[in-house]
């Protein structure tokens, strides 16, 4: 069975991070299960050069597992893949009560568009798609038939994402 997902989604800069970390708090804080997906544009590496797990991956290791006593991770060379879609990473996680998306703008689950002012001149992306259900923004918002809330109001976000996807 999926989990619940809400994503957050929205320009580079527009305040994303920041929102993924405060709901998740304030959600784990309810007593919630939350994991979160964040979707990179470009090539990333949460590896070093020089650490033996990247030797191993670059040496052609098609996975690698990093394990310690806190934490795990399990590193997936893509190599000639295409990009994994948002379903399948899905499926691979732990079940949970409720899955945060950062990024994925085309995806038509419910999201929240993040702007601030200083980002502004991008063009919004909610009047365009009617799986952003609420604005959360640093300025006014005009002419937006969606619920409008202050980038910084974290707990009535929170709330609004679990009364709308009906936990709790």
Known sequence: ??????????????????????????????????????????GFDVD??????????EAGAKEVALLSGRRWVLMH?????????????LAKLEPCDLVIIEGFK?????????????????????????????????YPIENCDRTVFNLNDIKLMSDFILKHLKLG
């Not at 989990?3 to 920041?18: C, D, E, L, Q």
């Open 106 to 138: 085309s995806y038509p689950h419910p999201k929240i568009e993040a702007t601030r002012a200083q980002t502004k001149r991008d063009l919004p992306l909610w009047p365009n798609d009617n799986s952003i259900v609420a604005i959360a923004a640093d």
């Open 77 to 89: 060379e893509m190599r000639e893949e295409n990009e994994l879609k948002l379903e399948d990473i």
């Open 1 to 42: 069975m999926m989990p619940a997902i809400f994503g957050i989604t929205g320009w580079k800069n527009s305040g994303k991070t920041r929102l993924v970390a405060g709901i998740v708090e304030n959600i784990t804080g309810r007593g919630f299960t939350v994991s979160t997906v964040k979707h990179a544009h470009h």
């Open 48 to 57: 070093k050069p020089g650490t033996d797990s990247f030797a191993h991956r």
